[in-house]
């Protein structure tokens, strides 16, 4: 099974560079999306039902920002999920920032992250959004159960994870409290599935800036995970990054089991 997540940075930017005919070639079980900026009712049918290599559409999912054009997260999947719902807390649904596929093997959450913004502006706001997130997914692993955790975190973890981690001590994604929260996380039994088979590599990144050739010069961050609770690792066969798929500000991230 191939799951897919990328913050598109607009699914409608998205899809004037491609993003329809580079799903069809990709064909995963599921994507989830994150920064979709846009109501299901914006969106023509190559993008609420897109098609398979075979030809049946994936069933898709949205959950839309009140506000128009902001935040928006999305998933696609081949299979047809038990249920379909966002977080539950409207101080953080308003914005469109989760939505969670029920199967049966496992809860699968697509999550847009809060920026903390400058000087921390929002840090409150965003770790309580982190410990609404860390809350639901240790619920779902004391229920019996197994979560995917996939999307844009917004933070980078660890200097590892960053180009220039000490001119950016004080930059939003990269705060103290962001990387402790980071830290907590993964401490509660979460494991950074990437980071499991490349513990030490270096240069991995899923986000560059648009200024100053960032990209091609490879000056990026690794704001883009896949974390699974620690039961669930052993089915986890691989974790990449897809880091020459443009498009985006970001570039995809992918799991396999």
């Given amino acids: 099974m191939r799951i897919l997540s990328w913050n598109v ?4 930017a998205a ?39 075979k030809g049946k559409a994936f069933h898709s999912y949205w959950a839309s920002a009140g506000r128009a054009g902001y935040s928006g997260v999305a998933i696609y999947s081949r299979e047809e999920p038990l249920d379909v719902r966002p ?13 969670q596929a029920f199967y049966k ?3 699968l959450i697509s999550a847009y ?35 995917i955790l996939t999307g844009d975190y917004n933070i980078a973890h660890t200097s590892i994870d960053i180009a220039r981690p000490k001119e950016n001590e004080g930059s939003a994604g990269f705060l ?3 990387r402790a929260w980071m830290d907590a996380f993964t401490g509660a039994g979460f494991a950074d599935t990437f980071r499991h088979f490349y513990p030490a590599k270096k240069d991995c990144y899923t986000w560059w800036s648009y200024r100053m050739n960032a990209r091609a ?15 669930f690792l052993p089915r986890v066969k691989k974790s990449t990054i897809r880091s020459e798929v443009e498009g985006s500000d970001h570039c995809p991230v992918e799991l396999v089991l």
């Fill in 15 to 53: 899809e004037k560079k491609g993003f329809s005919a580079w799903l069809v070639r990709e064909d995963p079980d599921m994507i989830c999306l994150q920064e979709t900026k846009a109501r299901p009712e914006q969106l023509g049918e190559e993008l609420l039902r897109p098609a398979r290599v």
């Fill in 217 to 231: 010069r490879n000056v990026g961050w690794r704001l883009d995970y896949f974390c699974v609770d620690s039961g």
């Fill in 113 to 147: 992250f809060p920026n903390s913004q400058d000087a921390g502006a929002r840090l409150p706001y965003k770790l309580a959004f982190c410990g609404a997130i860390l809350k639901r997914c240790l619920d779902i692993v004391k229920a019996g159960g197994h979560c």
């Fill in 105 to 107: 093997d496992f809860v």
């Fill in 176 to 178: 103290p409290e962001e």
């Fill in 9 to 12: 940075n607009g699914i409608r």
């Fill in 87 to 99: 977080l539950g807390d409207a101080e953080f649904d308003g914005e469109g920032r989760v939505l």
